[in-house]
């Protein structure tokens, strides 16, 4: 790799701009490329690449550094894991410098405490040693400082799975059928995709396999009433009215208006005409009132601490805390309740987080059936084995990254008794 001092720099003033940790890291580096917009592509990769490998190996690198600097974490970090010698670096480095990143070389990150082998805050491997033994911890904590795949979904509104990965292949970009989702696509190496033109016309969404597979948990019919309670951007609407083939009537509540107005643009590409997106101020919003017992598939990808995603969100190890965490379960349970509230007797509901704490899964899911016996748990394995999907991590869906090569999703199903009238 030929590296210069104008790329050092120009990495250095983009994580001195990051690291404050204000905002998310990848929000803060947009704006960060959009006020530098003399930065060629090129530089933009390797600031990007190298500003995220910092945040998911941060812990170790701190440790080899005497005085933590954006300048000394960069360098450290093209030593230890970029792999570059110092006589590629001599032109750029100081005497000083040169003598510790020769000292530093050696150094292996197993010679570190649990935390920072496996990338955690002390708070988290504390919470994760209540349920898992320290070498599950370090195997998923190494497993969270790879980065992600690109996985695509393919709008099977309007094409086939089949079709795309043909023109991907005959275009020369590598990609392959997903595992588990029978609409996913994963793509090997990251080619701007959102300016293609598979993109452009609707037929592809970017969308992590794990992400997807909620959408068959849930499996809504065409002509069904399906609530995506925290709908976002709507990346799980958008699959939602694929698999509805558009007919029947989904419901796209989020209180982020900001978030509701990404999912436009999208909705307007996938050729779908059955998405009602609607703002709501809270979880017991009127409009949610209305349709209480109406509903036939409730959908709730609550917000969460996002743990699961940090191959891609490395930074939100210092975004959460042990408090954010007890506020999200508060949260969490309150929008469980009222969003089950809307389910018919038999209809499905499934609840989801992007999270591997139980705090956040199975004690908000066992605290609301403890309150709620008119509900019942349905086993993920057997609803996703009658979607085709063979994948079974037994009563809840749990994936992580290690095993099933997707974000480390969490999900429940559950079902409200025919008999039970709705409240
Ligand atoms: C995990 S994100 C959803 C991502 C989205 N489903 C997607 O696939 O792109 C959680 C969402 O919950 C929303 N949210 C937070 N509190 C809420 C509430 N009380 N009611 C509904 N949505 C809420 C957030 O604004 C956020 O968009």
Redesign the pocket.
């Given at each position: 790799m030929h590296f210069t001092s104008s790329q050092l720099d120009a990495a250095i003033v983009a994580l001195r701009t990051i690291l404050p940790l204000e905002y998310p890291a990848d929000a803060i580096l947009r704006r960060f490329f959009r006020d530098n917009p003399m930065l060629g592509a090129q530089d933009r990769a390797f600031i990007a690449e190298a500003v995220f490998d910092i945040l998911r190996h941060r812990f170790f690198l701190e440790s080899l550094v005497k005085i933590v600097t954006p300048r000394a974490l960069i360098l450290a970090y093209l030593v230890k894991l970029q792999g570059m010698n110092l006589r590629e670096l001599a032109s750029l480095i100081s005497e000083v410098e040169t003598k510790w990143l020769s000292e530093i070389k050696a150094i292996k990150p197993d010679i570190f405490p649990l935390a920072t082998q496996a990338e955690f805050p002390a708070w988290l491997v504390e919470k994760l040693q209540h349920f898992m033994p320290d070498t599950d911890i370090l195997d998923l904590g190494l497993s969270l400082q790879k980065s992600a795949p690109l996985d695509l979904r393919v709008n099977t509104i309007l094409a086939k799975r089949g079709e795309v990965l043909e023109t991907l292949k005959q275009e020369g970009i590598n990609a392959e059928a997903t595992p588990y989702s029978p609409c996913g696509i994963r793509l090997v190496g990251k080619p701007a995709i959102n300016r293609h033109a598979l993109f452009l016309s609707g037929k592809i969404e970017v969308?992590d396999e794990g992400?997807q597979l909620l959408g068959y948990l849930l499996a809504p019919k065409r002509g069904e009433m399906v609530v995506?309670?925290?709908?976002?951007?709507?990346?799980?609407?958008l699959l939602l009215g694929a698999l509805m083939n558009s007919k029947g009537r989904i419901y796209a509540?989020?209180?982020?208006e900001k978030?509701l107005n990404n999912?436009k643009p999208r909705f307007k590409r996938s050729g779908l005409s059955n998405l009602h997106i609607q703002r709501?101020t809270?979880?017991n919003?009127i409009k949610v009132k209305r349709l209480a017992g109406k509903i036939d598939r409730v959908?709730i990808?609550?917000?969460?601490s996002?743990l699961g995603t940090l191959r891609r969100n490395p930074d939100l190890k210092w975004r959460q805390s042990p408090h954010s965490i007890d506020e999200l379960k508060t949260?969490q349970a309150?929008?469980l309740s009222?969003?089950a509230s809307l389910l018919k007797p038999g209809g499905r509901l499934v609840y989801a987080?992007?999270s591997f704490l139980p705090e956040e899964n199975q004690t908000v899911i066992n605290e609301f059936l403890a309150a709620h016996p008119q509900f019942n748990l349905l086993n993920c394995a057997e609803l996703l084995s009658q979607q085709k999907i063979l994948l079974d991590t037994g009563e809840f869906l749990q994936l992580f990254p290690k095993l099933h090569q997707t974000d480390g999703f969490f999900a429940a199903a559950l079902t409200r008794n025919d008999s039970a009238k709705p409240e």
């Open positions: 969308q992400s995506d309670f925290c709908a976002g951007a709507g990346g799980k609407s509540f989020d209180v982020s978030r999912l709501i809270n979880e919003d959908l990808d609550a917000p969460c996002g949260k309150a929008i009222a969003a987080t992007c």
